[in-house]
């Protein structure tokens, strides 16, 4: 059965530089992906764009290609990026103009169609998330690098997965192994050992890009170059496929993948094999992604040292109660980080941050500024900031919307100019949620100790919006036995009290042995919007993993 293997050198906008050149050097390889693209390197980009219209695009790539162009020209390694942001026709003629320049023959083609901020007025970039099938056609063609706007992160696998096997739209299984395999790839070192629960259970000082050997059939084996650093194992793939999903059906514009059918299997070092995925038609509405300027902020972190930390606070909040008045957002949070009969400084303070927004950058700039840097000597003993505030920067508000699929023009501009549109999808089905599988029988009671649940499972949380998710998922059948009944709702809530009045759902996926929350709100108006301590939720699942709650002391 033939094979394509297409390994990623880029999991978000500021990625590891080297890594072109590291897979490309590393081993076999058919293409190599690389995403620059999220909902904050959206507004990034948008905001270049307002300085200079020619921008909007990753420079990032450019530099990388400086590098790394002749090496992929001469192993016949394609190269396919979102990188084009906003402006994906723009940076394909630099690609073209930097290949010519270096005397590189390659073929540039690239993807549009997803800019619809025309239609969205007030929104700084709005774009509506395009499937694989628009890389496929500039890969059939002959292009040797193919640059895009704002696809799914999964379409820069699907893609190329789709010109070399010859699928066509309705094949949905393969499709779905396929957007399966490119979810895991998609985070590059995620897959690697990078920002894993266990991480001490191998090398993860310098992961390696993760690459999937995918066949025709949809299966595919997640793994790495050999002699590069991290592991690949069912868990980091876990890990993986929990970050930013949601319940069993994971829709994109080509196909519904369901995750309630993955199986994983490790097949040898750092090998794991991902069979038995099952797709359905997508969703009959393509998702785009709104990003708009929601104002000004600004911040200040008074650092409260010693005794009476409650009562400092309570004086710097009523001193800066009359320059407040006027802001429309004002958040105050006591962190405290103190401990008492600290043996240094820092462990004996404090952190009081205030937050404001406003959308008047005066009232959070220099009417904030001015009156926290005045109670430098009229305020609590010991006064002082980790940094004066500024003079406010604004923030991005993310929303999404949906259209119907023929509503957003879908265009492969091939490397010799010519135009081909992609048809939108043909056979589509309204999104449901499926059904809640039976949980597995519980342990038998026994005695129990109190500790950490990270002890037993791992997690991984992120963003989509202003909504987070954290996935857990148990190691063995035993712990999964446990895991399934004793995480309900309610102790979730009960575990993250910052969780408490927001809308939680929780998803099980049993072939996973892993249980989905997502979190409603909790995130605010998205990463741009700063809305808490976590912007990206990052870490929330970490959090979930510390506490404390009564285990079988037989999975201890």
């Keep these: 059965m033939s094979t394509v293997r297409i390994g990623n050198a880029s999991g978000f906008y500021g990625d590891r530089f080297d890594a072109l050149r590291e897979m490309l050097t590393g081993g076999e390889l058919d293409v190599l992906t690389g995403d620059y693209l999220a909902e904050l390197t959206m507004l990034i980009l948008g905001r270049d764009r307002l300085k200079d219209p020619g921008a909007g695009y990753a420079r990032t790539f450019l530099r990388q290609?400086?590098?790394?162009?002749?090496?992929?020209?001469?192993?016949?390694?394609?190269?396919?990026?979102?990188?084009?942001?906003?402006n994906p026709a723009g940076l394909a003629d630099r690609v073209r103009e930097l290949a010519d320049r270096l005397g590189i023959p390659v073929r540039v083609a690239h993807v549009e169609g997803d800019d619809l901020t025309a239609q969205h007025p007030g929104s700084l970039a709005a774009h509506a998330y395009l499937g694989g099938f628009g890389i496929a056609a500039c890969l059939r063609e002959g292009a040797d690098i193919v640059v895009t706007g704002r696809v799914t992160d999964a379409a820069l696998v699907t893609g190329p997965a789709a010109a070399h096997f010859g699928w066509g739209p309705g094949e949905y299984d393969r499709l779905a192994g396929a957007v399966v395999a490119g979810h895991v790839l998609e985070c590059g070192t995620q897959a690697t050992g990078g920002n894993?629960?266990?991480?001490?259970?191998?090398?993860?000082?310098h992961p390696g890009f993760p690459l999937a050997e995918l066949h025709e059939d949809g299966t595919a084996v997640i793994t790495k170059h050999p002699g590069t650093g991290g592991f690949v194992d069912v868990g980091t793939v876990t890990a993986q496929l929990l970050y930013e999903t949601g319940g069993a059906r994971y829709a994109g514009p080509d196909v519904t993948a369901r995750l309630d059918t993955v199986r994983l299997t490790q097949d040898g070092p750092d090998c794991v094999r991902i069979d038995g995925v099952h797709g359905e038609p997508p969703p009959p509405t393509l998702k785009v992604g709104l990003n708009r300027l929601g104002g000004f902020r600004n911040e200040v972190s008074f650092v409260l040292t010693g005794l009476d930390i409650e009562a400092k606070a309570a004086l710097v909040k009523g001193q800066l109660e009359a320059a407040l008045g006027k802001v429309s957002e004002v958040r105050w949070d006591l962190v405290r980080t103190d401990r008492p009969d600290a043996d240094t400084e820092e462990t004996a303070s404090a952190l009081l941050r205030l937050v404001v927004r406003d959308p008047d950058q005066e009232a959070v700039g220099r009417a904030l500024s001015g009156a926290a840097i005045e109670l430098a000597l009229a305020s609590y003993p010991g006064f002082h900031v980790l940094a004066p505030p500024g003079k406010g920067a604004p923030y991005g508000v993310f929303e999404d919307v949906y259209v119907p699929h023929g509503a957003v023009p879908h265009v492969a501009v091939l490397h010799d100019g010519r135009r081909v549109s992609v048809a939108p999808a043909q056979d589509t089905v309204v999104l449901e949620e499926v059904p809640e599988p039976p949980l597995p029988e519980p342990l038998p009671s026994g005695p129990t100790r109190r500790a950490p649940l990270g002890l037993v499972v791992g997690a991984r949380s992120g963003d989509k919006g202003g909504n987070a998710n954290v996935g857990v998922w148990a190691r063995t059948d035993e712990a999964w036995s446990w895991l399934a009944h004793a995480l309900t709702l309610d102790r979730f809530r009960e575990l993250l009290p910052e969780t408490a009045g927001l809308p939680v759902t929780r998803h099980t996926l049993p072939g996973l042995r892993a249980l989905n929350f997502?979190?409603?709100?909790?995130l605010g108006a998205g990463v741009a919007a700063q809305h808490r301590f976590d912007p990206q939720a990052k870490a929330l699942g970490e959090w979930l993993r510390s506490r404390h709650l009564d285990i079988p002391e037989e999975l201890l």
């Excluded at 290609?65 to 906003?86: F, I, P, Q, Y």
């Excluded at 997502?518 to 909790?522: A, D, H, L, R, Y």
């Design 196 to 205: 894993y629960s266990f991480f001490r259970e191998g090398d993860v000082r």
């Design 65 to 86: 290609l400086e590098d790394s162009l002749g090496l992929a020209h001469e192993r016949g390694v394609k190269l396919v990026a979102n990188a084009g942001g906003l």
């Design 518 to 522: 997502v979190v409603e709100g909790i």
